[in-house]
């Protein structure tokens, strides 16, 4: 089968691929590109595990074919901390025990880090609705929405 040569932007760098017209972004980020940071829960956009930004916009990467990435924008979770330096969310996480398995934390910090960017001060209820895309199984949520809150007050510099 032809593969299709895709030019895309990835975390801010030119990057080129090669794909099949059916792999999804979320595949391609994983088995071409080595960004396995994304992970698949569900491959049928129901958990958020694998949301990335894609021109701006949160997106399931496993909905989202490799072929549609040609001349975009991607900011996959690898690209959220500053080279050692962790983003405050990332931070913020490990300092409320916010994750336990991991499958499902890359997806709740890349969507935090874009309701944060769009509403530096969310309510709770923002919060909890901006973040219903993404399920986890093992932390029940609550400290997840602290997490999120605590660093929305930080930045902030409340």
């Known amino acids: 089968m032809?593969?299709?040569?895709?030019?895309?932007?990835?975390n801010g760098e030119?990057?080129?691929?090669?794909?099949e017209?059916?792999?999804?972004?979320?595949?391609?980020?994983?088995?071409e590109l080595d960004?396995?940071?994304?992970?698949?829960?569900?491959a049928?956009?129901?958990c958020g595990a694998c949301s990335v930004m894609l021109?701006?916009?949160?997106?399931?990467?496993?909905?989202?074919?490799?072929?549609?990435?040609?001349g975009a924008e991607v900011e996959t979770i690898e690209g959220m901390a500053n080279g050692e330096e962790l983003h405050p969310l990332q931070q913020k996480f490990l300092e409320h025990a916010a994750l336990q398995c991991g499958i499902c934390t890359p997806g709740f910090l890349?969507?935090?880090?874009?309701?944060?960017?769009?509403?530096p001060d969310p309510t709770e209820?923002?919060?909890?609705?901006?973040?219903?895309?993404?399920l986890c199984r093992c932390t029940g949520y609550d400290k997840i929405i602290r997490a999120v809150l605590d660093t929305a007050a930080e930045m902030r510099g409340a």
């Open 21 to 31: 017209t059916q792999q999804t972004l979320l595949d391609v980020l994983r088995d």
């Open 55 to 70: 021109n701006g916009r949160l997106v399931c990467s496993c909905l989202v074919l490799g072929v549609e990435t040609e």
């Open 110 to 119: 890349v969507a935090a880090k874009d309701l944060l960017e769009r509403n």
């Open 44 to 46: 049928s956009g129901d």
């Open 125 to 134: 209820t923002e919060v909890r609705y901006w973040l219903a895309g993404n």
């Open 35 to 42: 960004l396995t940071g994304s992970k698949e829960g569900c």
């Open 14 to 19: 030119a990057v080129e691929f090669l794909c």
């Open 2 to 10: 032809a593969k299709n040569h895709v030019t895309t932007t990835i």
